[in-house]
């Protein structure tokens, strides 16, 4: 086991480690303590900041936090570069770029009134007019994103960069209820736990992807009820209940429909409403088998560095969050293209 110095500590030994007699103190800054009449510039505290915020990012994390963390720094460190390049070529700096390339990233009435009626469920009886001006920031920031997003994606592009990063691919049983063959290439290993708003909101992605690949793509439900959300546990328990009578999905649909936590009567009339036999689902319940399904699940997970909802493993590989569905089709398109390895069962 790793453990951490205290800052204390750390700095004791960091005039001797980082900051040799022979480098002249004004590289090394200004002076920001005394610790027993060895001076600590602020080069000593930069550097002992840097080892142990990488540190935190990295030590005790599994394989695929490692490859998240490395992934996204190496995109920033390649954007990075690519746009000190475009930078130099066009005798700008980086901030002209960006606001040359989100010049047009503007937004109409049309699409302010549009977004409002898409969503006025949860805007909580506010008028358009008192939501415009909100609307029209939120909606500006996402082009801009976009259009930026875009600008170095075209850079990318132009470079011919490629990424040698390679994604870790984790062991995990598809066993829970599915959609999609049992013979399809690609399996989506889900963990979700259902009072977890995210795991409502990723539902019509994953009804995307099977509509999108309604052969080459199985979906697998596992639990992960989180300890915030009592209730989590309980409907989980229901659902393997149900899915023993062939009602999984039904029940499933159900209680992401009614987006509540639902007491123990709620979950038994949504049982009813799914045409599941009420007393086979109690005498399920009672007998404690779905409590060790969501237990297998939930222990499963962890070992795989769950640690939220929901979390995807698409033939092993790691996703976390609600991802957009793009995330989700380059992953699979990348399987179906034979790049990776089968997946896991």
Known sequence: MTHRRPLALALLVLPLACAPNTVDPEERGAVVAQLRGEAIHQADLDEWLRSDLFEQATVGKDAASLYEF?????????????????????????????????????????EIAAFYEENRERLVESSLEELTPRIHEYLEQQ???????GFVEGLHEQTGVEILLVMPRLAVASEGPSLGPATAPVTIVEFSDFNCPFCQRVGPTLKELRARYPEQVRIVFRHFPLEMHPRARPIA?????????????????GVFETASPLADPEIRALAGEASIDLAAFDACLASGRAAEVVERDVTEGAAAGVTGTPAFFVNGVRLSGAQPVEAFVRLIDDELAGSSAPPSS
Not at 143 to 149: F, G, I, T
């Open 70 to 110: 490395r992934n996204e720094g190496l995109e920033r460190m390649i954007a990075s570069q690519l746009l000190e390049e475009e930078s130099e070529r066009q005798g700008v700096d980086v901030s002209e770029l960006h606001t040359q390339a989100v010049a047009d990233a503007s937004v109409d009435d049309a």
């Open 237 to 253: 328990e229901a659902s393997v209940c149900a899915d023993e009578q062939g009602a999984f999905w039904a029940f499933h649909d």
């Open 143 to 149: 082009k801009q994103a976009e259009a930026w997003s």
